[in-house]
């Protein structure tokens, strides 16, 4: 079936690139997503790779895709204290998303 | 431009009871997706709709049942409702058969 794994927890210091991983056991998912998620609040679109694609920048972000590793990452850099939230990696297309459980980021002074 | 809204904000139930949390799509959308985010973990998929038909559908059971209205907008309803059900209901709605899917703030279903 379906997976999608992130680590739980990420800490960084003020500054610093955070980055995050994800893992997954589907291939053929046409897109994969990067939403962020604040306390009480909805999902956050933040970026997202075409399947074909192994990297894309969008000003602080960096999304990089290991397909043969079934690997996708996401690099902040030069974090910040609002950078502060739950990050869910996501696989899917126009339809049903599939989510990890989240990797919780906290930057620290 | 308004973006998803969801109401109600927080709603609190019994067990057994029904409940119907509603959506309102980004303008321009016509696809509303439902999704239940348990305390810690990530949104799960319930179903799509697009054209006011139920599109696709996730692992859900039937006590678990929408609508979509010509204007767009959808309802989500739960029968019968289980202490298991208490989650944060997230909407999202996307154009058509484009990638983006962008969800709204939520209902914070409390089941006791």
């Known amino acids: 079936g379906e997976d999608v794994e992130q680590s739980l927890f990420l800490s960084v210091r003020e500054g610093d690139s955070s980055v995050i991983n994800c893992t997954y056991t589907?291939?053929?998912?046409?897109?994969l997503y990067w939403y962020k998620q604040e306390p009480g609040a909805g999902l956050q679109l933040l970026t997202y790779i075409f399947s074909n694609m192994d990297m894309k920048q969008d000003q602080r972000l960096t999304v990089l895709l290991n397909k043969k590793d079934k690997h996708l990452s996401l690099r902040i850099a030069d974090t910040q204290t609002g950078d502060s939230a739950i990050y869910f990696c996501?696989?899917?297309?126009?339809?049903?998303?599939?989510f990890g459980a989240g990797t919780r980021l906290a930057v620290h002074p | 431009d308004a973006g998803v809204t969801q109401s109600p904000t927080h709603l609190i139930k019994t067990r057994g009871q029904q409940v119907t949390l509603r959506c309102s799509p980004k303008?321009?959308?016509?696809?509303v997706s439902w999704y239940q985010q348990a305390l810690g973990q990530g949104p799960q998929f319930i179903f799509q709709y697009y054209e006011e038909e139920e599109r696709q559908r996730g692992n859900f059971p039937d006590r678990f049942s929408g609508h979509q209205f010509p204007n767009y907008s959808s309802e989500l309803n739960v029968n019968a409702l289980l202490l298991g059900d208490s989650a944060l209901y997230l909407c999202?709605?996307?154009?058509?058969?484009?990638?983006?899917?962008?969800f709204g703030p939520g209902t914070r279903l409390t089941v006791t």
């Open positions: 303008s321009g959308h016509d696809t």
């Open positions: 996501a696989l899917g297309g126009y339809n049903k998303l599939i």
């Open positions: 589907d291939s053929s998912s046409t897109y």
């Open positions: 999202a709605s996307s154009a058509g058969k484009r990638y983006e899917q962008y």
